[in-house]
């Protein structure tokens, strides 16, 4: 499985962004997907993730700021971010459960929060 993470940026505070995940090379309809992202000198943590059913699941601190979704038909996870913070800045990756339990990670996509 591939992912490629898209769509970061700067922005202020109280903002929003898009950020875009486009899988190739699986069978994108009967995978969970999750969102983590690392703050400068902080370990990666668990931001939401969605199911094959489309069960969504959120860290308490994005709840009801975040929203995550998926197009099968695009094979693309997306994470939608409003209400921005500062302390949402970081690196944004996607990933499966198989790639999130051997550790292997894409590439990310940089979000900046201004305050």
């Known amino acids: 499985v591939q992912l490629q993470a898209s769509g970061g940026g700067l922005v202020q505070a109280g903002g929003s962004l898009t950020l875009s995940c486009k899988v190739s090379?699986?069978?994108?309809?009967?995978?969970?997907f999750s969102w983590s992202r690392q703050a400068p000198g902080k370990q990666r943590a668990f931001v939401p993730d969605i199911t094959s059913r489309n069960m969504e699941n959120y860290e308490d601190s994005v709840k009801g700021r975040f929203t995550i979704s998926r197009d099968n038909a695009k094979n693309t996870v997306y994470l939608q971010m409003r209400s921005l913070k500062p302390e949402d800045t970081g690196i944004y990756y996607c990933?499966?459960?198989?790639?999130?339990?051997?550790?292997?990670w894409g590439q990310g996509t940089q979000v900046t929060v201004s305050s």
């Open positions: 990933n499966t459960v198989a790639g999130l339990l051997k550790n292997s």
């Open positions: 090379g699986s069978t994108f309809s009967a995978l969970t």
